[in-house]
T-cell receptor, first 116, second 117 residues
Framework: SAVISQKPSRDICQRGTSLTIQCQVD?????MFWYRQQPGQSLTLIAT?????????ESGFVIDKFPISRPNLTFSTLTVSNMSPEDSSIYLC?????????????FGQGTRLTVV | AQKITQTQPGMFVQEKEAVTLDCTYD???????LFWYKQPSSGEMIFLIY??????QNATEGRYSLNFQKARKSANLVISASQLGDSAMYFC??????????????FGQGTTLQVKP
């Protein structure tokens, strides 16, 4: 299985500040995904990050609020900008294994964000 | 549009008993994949099992098996010999394949499982 290291694992942030979450995969992968899980809810896809191109955002999510970088095939970052208490959630990154989308989809350990 | 439905918000099972967690799905794509994940209170998402739409046999992984009924569009997770460590939230998810394969997953609402000693 692919190993995805995500950090930080948790953080408490002041409103109006920004937090950058990092994900490192132990092998090269074509696509990485960022999800948000609000308290007591299911996971919702924020965006898909392909190396060498702009991230593709889902409806309701915008680049100014959630800028994403994908500088190479093993790394991605998600920034939560100008945070408010409504951004308090678990943020998770995900990828398959290898350079093609296949039967596996693994997740990082998640970042539990609390905005105060 | 694709959709995943988990109708059981919470389930209880006695330790060492088997339990079935329900999942139904809707998609017009003939090629798709179905996933089950376990999410303990720590928040991480643990991959349990995968079933492809063209797979002839039901998937199994240790104590986990997937009861795949394609005509009924259901993909129920069966956990045998429940253990206290199985207490967690369980999510069913789907990924469309074929030409619309973007790799992204659509998740159900989740089922909280509590295993009683």
């Amino acid at each position: 299985s692919a190993v995805i290291s995500q950090k930080p694992s948790r953080d408490i942030c002041q409103r109006g500040t920004s937090l950058t979450i990092q994900c490192q995969v132990d092998s090269q992968v074509t696509m990485m995904f960022w999800y948000r899980q609000q308290p007591g809810q299911s996971l919702t896809l924020i965006a898909t990050a392909n190396q060498g191109s702009e991230a593709t955002y889902e409806s309701g999510f915008v680049i100014d609020k959630f800028p994403i970088s994908r500088p190479n095939l093993t790394f991605s970052t998600l920034t939560v900008s100008n945070m408010s208490p409504e951004d308090s959630s678990i943020y998770l990154c995900s990828s398959g294994k290898g350079k093609t989308v296949n039967t596996e989809a693994f997740f990082g350990q998640g970042t539990r964000l609390t905005v105060v | 549009a694709q959709k995943i439905t988990q109708t059981q918000p919470g389930m209880f099972v006695q330790e060492k008993e088997a339990v079935t967690l329900d999942c139904t799905y809707d998609t017009s794509d003939p090629s798709y994949g179905l996933f089950w994940y376990k999410q303990p209170s720590s928040g991480e998402m643990i991959f349990l099992i995968y079933q492809g739409s063209y797979d002839q046999q039901n998937a199994t992984e240790g104590r986990y098996s997937l009861n795949f009924q394609k005509a009924r569009k259901s993909a129920n997770l069966v956990i045998s010999a429940s253990q206290l460590g199985d207490s967690a939230m369980y999510f069913c998810a789907m990924r469309e394949g074929g030409s619309s394969n973007t790799g992204k997953l659509i998740f159900g609402q989740g089922t909280t499982l509590q295993v009683k000693p």
